[in-house]
């Protein structure tokens, strides 16, 4: 249909895992108001590490970011959540 196309939001989630410097530096730009847009590319790994589907999502920046919730007491694992806005997504065949 004409019109401006809208598309959800993406989130990621995920174990916490080493900082990447570049990653989390686009991430702190929330913080600063300065976001940048960027193309993202998402890859679902098999066993092996090796791409079994692979997403790219076009002009996207990150618009909220959850760390875990740690309590002293409890046992959970340490999940943060990562929602990024974008204005496309496409399916990449390997």
Same mark, same amino acid.
């Given at each position: 249909m004409p019109g401006l196309r809208k598309f959800s939001n993406v989130t990621l989630k995920r174990g916490i $895992? #080493?900082?990447d410097n570049d990653f989390f530096k686009w991430l702190s730009t929330i913080k !600063? *108001?300065? $976001?940048? @847009? @960027?193309?993202v590319v998402i890859s679902l790994l098999n066993e092996s590490h090796e791409p079994v589907m692979t997403w790219k999502i076009h002009n996207a920046f %990150?618009? #909220?970011? =959850?760390? %875990?919730? !740690? #309590?002293?007491?409890? *046992? =959970?694992v340490a999940i943060e959540s990562i929602e990024i806005?974008? =204005?496309g997504l496409e399916l990449q065949n390997e």
């Open positions: $895992v #080493k900082a !600063l *108001n300065q $976001v940048e @847009r @960027r193309d %990150p618009v #909220k970011v =959850e760390g %875990p919730g !740690l #309590k002293a007491t409890g *046992n =959970e806005a974008h =204005e």
